[in-house]
């Protein structure tokens, strides 16, 4: 099973908003609405900012907003943030019944 | 608190075994499936394995598929996960990992600090 395909890295400037995308197939993203997304920073586990391809946990921010069309979901981080510097992984099940992560996109503020 | 502990990470030999434990607390363990995740350092984010909450179904990643064992003993609160035949590829940190939601297959809400395992001769 390959790694989902996300961009290596997204940047923008405070205030602005960003997408970050996660590229997979029929028999993972586009087979299921069961997308997930992780934030995670330097050294810290991950932590869960979207499941089911668009609730988010209680306690994550409404700037974090997730879809999907077809074999691609997307992350929308809107109202950008100097705390929102970190990396970003989607998470797909497979038909094989395991699960497959993406590649993983660092964002930078600028 | 809902808390999830990793331990027996270490260094190995290659072609040698270790055993990891994640010991689970703050939530009725036995009321989820339970996952392994890995990350090499520096690398990304990959899963390794999980196991339905009586232990009826488990399932594994290629990578470790005939070499890797889960398990879980539900009345210790605890997860396991036996690594043998140890290759420098498997050099991770490794994190268990639970779900939000009883059925979800991904959404892991809780995980733990993270045990590094770190195989070389």
């Known amino acids: 099973q390959s790694a989902l395909t996300q961009p290596a890295s997204v940047s923008g400037s405070p205030g602005q908003s960003i997408t970050i995308s996660c590229t997979g197939s029929?028999?993972?993203?586009?087979?299921?609405?069961?997308v997930s997304w992780f934030q995670q920073y330097p050294g810290k586990a991950p932590k869960l900012l979207i499941y089911?391809?668009?609730n988010r946990p209680s306690g994550v921010s409404n700037r974090f907003s997730g879809s999907k069309s077809g074999n691609t979901a997307s992350l929308t981080i809107s109202g950008l943030q100097t705390e929102d510097e970190a990396d970003y992984y989607c998470?797909?099940?497979?038909?094989?019944?395991?699960?497959?992560f993406g590649t993983g996109t660092k964002v930078t503020v600028l | 608190e809902v808390q999830l502990v990793e331990s027996g990470g270490g260094l190995v030999q290659p072609g040698r075994s270790l055993r990891l434990s994640c010991a689970a607390s703050?939530?009725?363990?036995?009321?989820?499936?339970m996952h392994w995740v890995r990350q090499a350092p520096g690398k990304g984010l990959e899963w390794v394995s999980a196991?339905?909450?009586?232990?009826?179904?488990?399932d594994y990643a290629d990578s470790v598929k005939g070499r890797f064992t889960i398990s879980r003993d539900n009345a210790k609160n605890s997860l396991y996960l036996q690594m043998n035949s140890l290759r420098a590829e498997d050099s991770a940190f490794y994190y268990c990992?639970?779900?939000?939601?009883?059925?979800?297959?991904?959404?892991?809400?809780?995980w733990g600090q993270g045990t590094l395992v770190t195989v070389s001769s």
């Open positions: 990992a639970k779900p939000l939601i009883w059925n979800s297959p991904n959404a892991f809400d809780i």
């Open positions: 703050g939530f009725t363990f036995d009321g989820f499936a």
């Open positions: 196991i339905t909450w009586n232990s009826g179904r488990m």
């Open positions: 029929s028999s993972d993203v586009g087979g299921y609405n069961h």
């Open positions: 089911e391809v668009h």
């Open positions: 998470c797909s099940p497979t038909t094989t019944n395991t699960r497959v």
